[in-house]
């Protein structure tokens, strides 16, 4: 992971830059390592020496600001190998006036940048909408702390920070809980395309990329010309970060999305050394190491395939060294059993990152739902073609035609909000505290982009708050993983053309990911693209939990969510000490209760301070 410290003040309060100064101090002893990378009137940037190849320093003349990460062109024809951004002055001073706006226009890629204007009147920090470098908030003293690792803040010297026991209630209720606010009071999260700006008397965070504007710049109803855009987009984006880096582990599942991204890879102009992983358990629906060779063997690169170890199904006290961070993560700690061996097989292959075909479902559109229809009446109205729409959305959500169609109809007429049967499952999970919940928790829970929606069919609205998901998903493990995860699907022309294609057309032919399927058939094995089946992880899930019952027990029945009632003994007992099953519904609202408190006792055991 990238390590940086922002600090953004008032130059002309006193108070601000004696604290600032201070702050500078500390980050600049000796042996600290930290280099300055950036230092303005009111802006100070701060960067540890990178080793991972893909990030790069970008300084705007004459120090207006600076890009941490990668770019690429949005212009995806003038990208070659070896392609570097140019900006003089004058770009740099639009890159500025416009919150940098400008940037996330003109280019692509993965970045968190720090912007000033002339006068040190107005500052600000932005993230690229892949969400794939961390960026939280913290402020003291009128100080705002940028940083991507909690950890690095220690020699700083701050306030204790203190435990948001509301979000990891709304957590345990959601636990793909994508907001602003962490589970640090203190600590603040800039979500994947959004800007925090900081004036000399007042600070803003908004969305600078929404998916709503991306929608409304274009419609691609044609299906042959949404084909050919999406196979050129998906190849050219994995050709740009293919130059990047010298040596990639594929962790290939033997699912279509790792497939596609495999495909594109032996495609590239200038291609890494390539190797690609599997890991299986015996006799599980996630063993899938047939699908991955022949995937592998298509594509012409090597596969390893590992065995997952007995130890590495047991959720135990290992987990309680999982680095810190502002919020937890139920992938966070299912990652950290693996680790050991990804960090293995990473090493063997001297890989400088770990790729995955995560993204997939969210841009190619893996659902159960009819929306589809919905959203082909709203565009289309009633004639040709609804018939094979609401064809298509039986199919897809297994309901009778005549039961899509009349929901179709009251949906595309009313514009009512639709609420996933999920949602509506969520309510039964006994074990959760209800009065622990924030006030008004639906809101509380929404991601800010659900607030801008308005014009958009119900089926896309779903697909954004799908992909809202999926982009504030990554959370590096700092200092432990060996070659960072990355994630070439999660690129913005590629986010940004999924949204601008109708769901009817993402969707055609009642199969899930289908335009996507047609789209790869030329590199992608024809026994993955018929598949309709998923790898299975519940098995890999149960067997943990099952393997964990003792561990569990006492961390759950005698932890901190019990303490601070957020979720009640009375309704985790039957589960932990007379067996009883957990319904489908309740298995992420317990994972993600187990996440929390790993996380929770993790900040206690160190009286609530950031670790040095």
């Known amino acids: 992971m990238f390590h940086y410290i922002g600090l953004i003040w008032n130059p002309l309060d006193a108070g601000q830059r004696v604290v600032a100064t201070r702050l500078i101090q500390a980050l600049t002893i000796p042996n600290t390592h930290w280099n300055r990378a950036l230092e303005t009137n009111g802006l100070t940037v701060f960067t540890l020496p990178n080793t991972t190849p893909a990030i790069r320093e970008y300084v705007l003349p004459p120090n207006r600001g600076i890009v941490l990460g990668r770019l690429f062109p949005m212009k995806m024809d003038t990208w070659a190998p070896g392609w570097e951004p140019r900006i003089d002055e004058r770009y740099a001073t639009q890159l500025t006036t416009t919150s940098g706006r400008k940037l996330m226009d003109d280019f692509w890629g993965t970045y968190v940048a720090f912007l000033r204007t002339s006068d040190g009147k107005a500052g600000c920090v932005m993230r690229?909408?892949?969400?794939?470098?961390?960026?939280?908030?913290?402020?003291?003293?009128?100080?705002?702390?940028?940083?991507?690792d909690i950890s690095d803040l220690g020699q700083l010297e701050l306030p204790a920070f203190t435990i948001n026991y509301g979000y990891l209630a709304a957590f345990v209720y959601e636990s793909q809980l994508q907001i602003r606010e962490?589970?640090?009071?203190?600590?603040?999260?800039?979500?994947?395309?959004?800007?925090?700006?900081?004036?000399?008397?007042?600070?803003?965070?908004?969305?600078?990329?929404?998916?709503?504007?991306?929608?409304?710049?274009?419609?691609?109803e044609d299906y042959d010309q949404a084909m050919l855009e999406l196979r050129n987009t998906t190849q050219q984006c994995v050709d740009a970060w293919a130059s990047v880096y010298g040596s990639v582990l594929h962790r290939l599942s033997g699912g279509f999305d790792?497939?596609?991204?495999?495909?594109?890879?032996?495609?590239?102009?200038?291609?890494?050394?390539?190797?690609?992983?599997?890991?299986?358990?015996?006799?599980?629906?996630?063993?899938?190491?047939?699908?991955?060779?022949?995937a592998a063997k298509r594509s012409g690169f090597s596969l390893l395939e590992e065995r997952r170890r007995t130890i590495d199904c047991v959720i135990d006290s290992r987990l309680m060294s999982i680095p810190k961070a502002p919020k937890p993560t139920v992938q966070g700690f299912f990652r950290m059993l693996d680790i050991a061996q990804t960090n293995s097989l990473a090493k063997q292959v001297g890989a400088d990152a770990v790729w995955t075909g995560q993204g997939g479902d969210h841009i190619f559109l893996q659902v159960h739902n009819f929306l589809a229809a919905v959203d082909y009446l709203t565009a289309h109205g009633v004639g040709f073609g609804l018939s094979s729409a609401i064809a298509d959305a039986a199919r897809l959500s297994n309901l009778s035609y005549i039961a899509v169609l009349r929901s179709s109809l009251r949906l595309s007429r009313t514009r009512a909000p639709w609420k996933p049967p999920y949602e509506e499952l969520r309510e039964?999970?006994?074990?959760?505290?209800?009065?622990?919940?924030?006030?008004?928790?639906?809101?509380?829970?929404?991601?800010?982009?659900?607030?801008?929606?308005?014009?958009?069919?119900?089926?896309?609205k779903f697909h954004a708050r799908?992909?809202?998901?999926v982009l504030n998903r990554h959370r590096p493990i700092p200092r432990v993983e060996y070659a960072y995860e990355h994630h070439p699907l999660l690129s913005q022309p590629l986010i940004e053309l999924s949204l601008q294609i109708p769901t009817y057309l993402l969707l055609r032919g009642g199969r899930q990911r289908a335009l996507a399927r047609e789209t790869f058939r030329d590199r992608v094995p024809e026994e993955i693209c018929r598949r309709e089946d998923k790898g299975d992880a519940a098995g890999h899930i149960r067997e943990a939990l099952r393997r964990s019952e003792s561990f569990l027990c006492d961390i759950l029945l005698n932890g901190l969510l019990v303490q601070e009632r957020v979720v009640r003994t009375g309704s985790l007992e039957p589960y932990f000490r007379q067996g009883q099953p957990f319904r489908n519904e309740e298995t992420f609202p317990l994972l993600a209760s187990i996440a929390a408190e790993l996380w929770a006792r993790n900040w206690c055991e160190t009286s609530l301070r950031v670790a040095a």
Not at 129 to 142: A, D, E, F, L
């Open 128 to 148: 690229d909408c892949s969400g794939k470098i961390p960026c939280y908030r913290t402020r003291y003293s009128g100080v705002d702390i940028l940083f991507s």
């Open 182 to 220: 962490c589970a640090l009071n203190e600590v603040s999260e800039i979500l994947a395309g959004e800007c925090f700006e900081r004036t000399l008397d007042s600070a803003h965070q908004f969305s600078i990329w929404n998916p709503r504007e991306i929608c409304f710049r274009r419609t691609l």
């Open 258 to 294: 790792s497939a596609v991204v495999l495909g594109s890879l032996a495609r590239v102009p200038v291609s890494p050394a390539v190797v690609c992983m599997n890991l299986f358990t015996d006799g599980t629906p996630d063993d899938e190491r047939r699908y991955a060779r022949l």
């Open 428 to 460: 039964r999970v006994k074990f959760i505290n209800r009065d622990a919940l924030p006030d008004n928790v639906t809101e509380y829970i929404a991601h800010p982009w659900e607030a801008d929606m308005e014009g958009l069919p119900t089926g896309k």
């Open 466 to 469: 799908f992909i809202a998901d």
